[in-house]
Nanobody
Framework: QVQLVESGGGLVQPGGSLRLACAAS????????MSWYRQAPGKERELVAG????????NYADSVKGRFTISRDNAKNTVYLQMASLKPEDTAVYFC???????????WGQGTQVTVSS
C-alpha cells in the first residue's frame, strides 16, 4: 500500500525555522516528482514547492522563494521542505504529493500543521 507520511510540523515563532519531511513507501519513489502544498483556513490549496524525480529543477511559489528549500533523498525515499524566516502567513496545513511522471497518478499525504505565531 502507498503511504506518504509527513512530519516536522508544529508551533514556531515568527522568524523561526522548521524542517518538514515526507517519507514515502509502497511505490517506486524515483518514478515520481514530489511537491509540497499548503492550505490555510478559508483559502485554496496552493503549491509551495516542487522537484523532479531526479532532484533537478526545484521550483517555488513567489511567497516562499528565498526562504524555503525543497530537496529529496532518493536513497531514503524522503522529500524535505526546509523553512526559514517563517511568517504568520505561512500558517497552514502542509501536504506532500507524489506525481507519477508518465501517468496521471498522484498520491497525497495526510498533512502536518504548521503554526507561526508569537
Amino acid at each position: 500500500q502507498v503511504q506518504l507520511v509527513e512530519s516536522g510540523g508544529g508551533l514556531v515563532q515568527p522568524g523561526g525555522s522548521l524542517r518538514l519531511a515526507c517519507a514515502a513507501s509502497g511505490f517506486t519513489f524515483t518514478n515520481y516528482a514530489m511537491s509540497w502544498y499548503r492550505q490555510a483556513p478559508g483559502k485554496e490549496r496552493e503549491l509551495v514547492a516542487g522537484i523532479t524525480n531526479t532532484g533537478s529543477n526545484p521550483n517555488y511559489a513567489d511567497s516562499v522563494k528565498g526562504r524555503f528549500t525543497i530537496s529529496r533523498d532518493n536513497a531514503k525515499n524522503t522529500v524535505y521542505l526546509q523553512m526559514a524566516s517563517l511568517k504568520p502567513e505561512d500558517t497552514a496545513v502542509y501536504f506532500c504529493k507524489a506525481q507519477l511522471i508518465w501517468r496521471n497518478t498522484a498520491y497525497w499525504g495526510q498533512g502536518t500543521q504548521v503554526t507561526v505565531s508569537s
